[in-house]
């Protein structure tokens, strides 16, 4: 290796060069072969280009990457622990050290940059400055924000000055996601058909009325959601942030929104609402309004968690963001502040929480994890540093969305004998004996009824994509028995129409799940029973998902 002003020389009776290169030069370098005829002729070896850059300077790599304790292992499992071993230029000098070998040096003044990357390839750790030679990832749960619920899109905040402004979420939606608009206005807002006011604040700038208003909507189909457009009493300036959230297995709930209305004084914090209960998994918005100009305005930052960065426009801004608790049961302290404290905060704040079903489990790890890993000295890197991936065994798959469970209400209803029921988490319970041939429709609202009424195919679209779709069909608890030497018995089906049947789960038969890919919107969910099928409070989860 040949660096500037240092004469290349290589230990014992190899050949070496005279020539003196500069750090920024390239060497040109042939190979001399040797075989039993002797050397080969150097002018015919192919040229090899070689950077100086100062490697006979720079530190040497560490040594035995190893992940949770195996050597460039391909598969772990748990949680992340990274090591290395020193290596020094100066002890080992000629001597070659396997990868296995303990520790040399390491090298004064030695220190090693890691770089942690997630299973999509995006960096979560950036660490440097690192002495000892192993690393925990600790953290992987909360850096990676792995939690049932999914922040699908969200819009930058667009501003207007007139009665109206509109904003459009680039991205399509699944029935049973949740839509929050997040409105700054400055007059009394005309709530959007479909939305309903989940909270609303009220502050002043000292001489007018500032608002910010959360509203929310359920979608109610599979599809490209279209611009919203958002109405105030009269012309002024206006804010709207839209945010699209999921979960993949239940229906979302908002907690009661909780508003902070603050004066304009300097570096005043807005307190964390105290009413808010850590809840698993859950994720907690926060927004705000502030009337007040200030030059390099960027950002409100928290003591803990995520706020999305703020968007200034003339002298108007909104805040709007996501905060995620570090684990279940922590105190309630924490607050919120600008990060610089002659600014002036927003007069009115609102929070709200989205709170996944119960008995949730939120996996842990990423299916891969990529490493880079280098030793740093006096400013220089390792000419060559690690580049590794390793893979999880049997992490918890994404739960797919179902898309049953936007349409199956909580509720009870009977006939022909039998009565059916969904609870909350959208278990369907089944009790009693058919004493006609019933239909059982359990989305759209319960409804049993020995026909099929025409009523039932005005039932909003479950969905309306081209993707094949599964039904599974999951026995939760109870018995069934059916009618001797019948079949077709207890059929849960998806409907195009009252006649016209897409997936059938014959659950007598034992036939549990069933795909295909939808010709035509799937407007309904139906359950076809024959008489003399007994039921004993039997409990169905029902699925219907993107996919095979």
């Known amino acids: 290796m040949v660096e500037a002003d240092t004469q290349l020389q290589q230990a014992k009776a190899y050949n070496y060069t005279k020539s003196l290169y500069q750090e920024t030069d390239t060497a040109r370098i042939a190979l001399a072969t040797r075989n039993s005829l002797g050397m080969a002729n150097v002018t015919a070896a192919d040229l090899i280009a070689t950077p100086m850059r100062a490697r006979a300077f720079r530190p040497y790599p560490p040594a035995g990457l190893a ?131 989940h909270g609303s604040a009220q502050g002043t700038d000292g001489s007018s009325t500032v608002y910010i208003s959360l509203l929310q909507r359920t979608i ?12 105030q009493a009269s012309a002024g300036n206006m804010g709207v942030h839209l945010q699209l959230w999921r979960f993949g297995s239940g229906n979302l709930t908002l907690s009661p929104a909780s508003t902070q209305v603050q004066d304009s004084a300097s570096s005043r914090n807005i307190v964390w609402p105290a009413h808010i209960a850590p809840v698993s998994s859950a994720k907690t918005l926060i927004g705000g309004v502030s009337t007040y100009a200030h030059s390099g305005y960027t950002k409100w930052t928290a003591s803990s968690g995520e706020i999305m960065s703020t968007v200034q426009v003339s002298n108007n801004r909104l805040v709007c963001g996501t905060v995620t608790q570090a684990a279940l049961g922590d105190a309630l302290a924490g607050y919120y502040q600008f990060d610089d404290s002659a600014r002036l905060i927003g007069t009115a704040a609102i929070a709200v929480t989205l ?28 000419w060559q540093k690690w580049n590794h991936t390793v893979t999880r065994k049997n992490v ?97 089906t998806t409907r195009y129409s009252t006649a016209s049947i897409f997936l059938n789960a014959k659950l007598g038969d034992g036939i549990t799940s069933i795909n295909g890919t939808p010709a035509s919107p799937v407007k309904m969910g139906v359950i076809y029973l024959r008489t003399g099928v007994v039921l004993e409070n039997l409990q169905l989860r029902l699925t219907l998902h993107e996919g095979l």
């Open 67 to 197: 992940f949770n304790g195996t050597y460039l292992a391909e598969e772990i499992e748990g949680a992340i622990t990274v090591s290395w071993k020193h290596r020094d230029r100066w002890e080992q000098i000629d001597t070659l050290v396997t990868q296995s070998e303990a520790n040399v040096g390491p090298e004064e003044g030695t220190t090693y940059n890691l770089k942690v990357y997630d299973e999509n390839n995006v960096l979560k750790k950036n660490l440097t400055g690192l002495t000892g030679t192993s690393w925990t990832w600790d953290t992987e749960a909360s850096d990676c924000e792995f939690s049932a619920i999914t922040k699908v899109a969200v819009t930058g905040t667009v501003y207007g000055t007139s009665t109206t402004t509109s904003a459009k979420l680039e991205t399509s939606a699944y029935a049973g996601d949740i839509e929050l608009a997040w409105v700054f206005h400055s007059s009394a807002l005309t709530i959007p058909e479909g939305y309903t006011l």
């Open 220 to 231: 109610s189909a599979t599809g490209t959601l279209p611009a919203e457009t958002f109405t």
């Open 355 to 382: 709170i996944p079903p119960p008995n949730i489990i939120v996996r842990e790890y990423n299916r891969s994890i990529r490493v880079e890993l280098e030793a740093m000295r006096d400013g220089y890197a390792s």
């Open 396 to 492: 918890k798959p994404e739960a797919p969305v179902n898309l049953l469970l936007a349409h199956m209400s909580a509720g009870t209803a009977t006939g022909n004998g039998i009565t059916a029921s969904i609870d909350a988490e959208g278990i369907l319970t089944l009790n009693g004996t058919a004493s006609a041939v019933s239909n059982i429709k359990y989305t759209g609202g319960l409804d049993i009824n020995a026909s099929r009424p025409s009523t039932w195919d005005r039932d909003s679209v479950l969905y309306e994509g081209t993707t094949a779709l599964t039904l599974a069909v999951t026995v939760v608890g109870g018995t069934y028995s059916l009618p001797e030497g019948v079949t077709d018995c207890l059929n849960i």
